[in-house]
């Protein structure tokens, strides 16, 4: 392989060449786009072409998703005619992972070729127009984790020590989501996510304050694949689905079911969109 593998996760990569080579009896590709399905989206994971079908839980040293909507599986194959590899199944903080653990989706994903990611999530809607339901591409990010992935003993092979992250969510890439969103006719917002640690959602109070800042809307994941990916000089998609309204600004007590439950309602256009922008992306 000549790409950079960190020793941490060269375990992981050899069983993954190694599955995938006994179920397809060839050596594994390269692959061009990630995919990292945020709660209740995994369906799109059921529309690869080809599939090889890797359970995370055969991975050495890799988290288990104990999240109800993540299935934790890996499925590599062909998407609009691009090879992708899908995570199905996130690693969130909040279940008392490390930040490293986090983001080791991204780590594998450069591992095995891949110049970009699309990242997306189930958020809770600050803004007025972000109602359950909508999609938002996300513009920028306000870090309210805590925490930073790369924070500890640099490793040069994993990016620089000090990352730009001026344009975490590659410009490029947006530009070509809102022109498939408006030729699919489907709306696709724009807005800064704000990233909490979890695992209780936000109070009205800090709702306020997320206005304030500008932040659109909030999840508790995204932004630590993000920052190692633009380390990693990945170009980034980050999409939004709003699957809630934040705190305070509705009636009835906030649930997870009712994230599943958007989620399943917004499946069909998720995968329309999704699908068209990957032919476009370059």
């Given amino acids: ?15 993954i060449q190694s599955e995938y080579h006994t179920k397809n009896k060839t050596e594994i590709p390269k692959y061009e786009i990630g995919i990292i399905l945020g709660s ?22 890799y988290p288990i998703s104990t999240v109800a909507g993540h299935a934790g599986k890996i499925v590599l194959g062909e998407l609009s ?51 359950p339901g909508t999609f938002m591409r996300i ?14 003993l640099h490793q040069n092979e994993l990016g620089p020590r000090f990352p730009d992250l001026t344009s975490a969510y590659t410009p490029e890439w947006g530009e070509v989501a809102d ?29 306020r304050m997320w206005r304030i800042l500008g932040v659109s809307a909030v999840c508790m994941s995204t932004v630590p694949e993000v920052i190692v990916a633009a380390a990693m000089n990945l170009k980034v998609l980050g999409i939004s689905c709003i699957t809630n309204v934040a705190a305070g ?8 079911s009712e994230v599943t439950e958007i989620a399943n309602q917004v499946r069909e256009p998720f995968i329309q969109l999704i699908t068209a922008i990957l032919t476009e992306l370059e």
Avoid at 1 to 15: G, L, N, S, T, Y
Avoid at 40 to 61: C, D, M, Q, R
Avoid at 98 to 123: S, Y
Avoid at 249 to 256: C, E, I, Q, R
């Fill in 40 to 61: 209740g989206l995994g369906i799109l994971s059921e529309k690869i072409i080809n599939p090889t079908v890797i359970e995370t839980k055969h991975l050495p040293n």
């Fill in 1 to 15: 392989m000549d790409i950079p593998v960190h020793q941490d996760i060269k375990p992981i990569i050899e069983v």
């Fill in 249 to 256: 600004l509705s009636n009835k007590p906030l649930d997870h």
């Fill in 81 to 131: 005619q691009r090879k992708v590899i899908v995570f199905s199944g996130r690693i969130h903080y909040y279940e008392g992972y490390t930040p490293q653990q986090v983001v080791l989706p991204v780590r594998i994903m450069k591992a095995l070729g891949v110049k970009g990611m699309i990242v997306t999530n189930a958020a809770g809607g600050v803004r007025e127009d972000l109602r």
């Fill in 179 to 207: 022109q498939v969103a408006k030729k699919q006719n489907i709306p696709l917002k724009k807005g800064i996510l704000g990233a909490l640690s979890g695992p209780t959602y936000e109070t009205p109070a800090e709702v």
């Fill in 139 to 152: 513009t920028d990010h306000i870090n309210l984790m805590g925490m930073n992935p790369l924070r500890g």
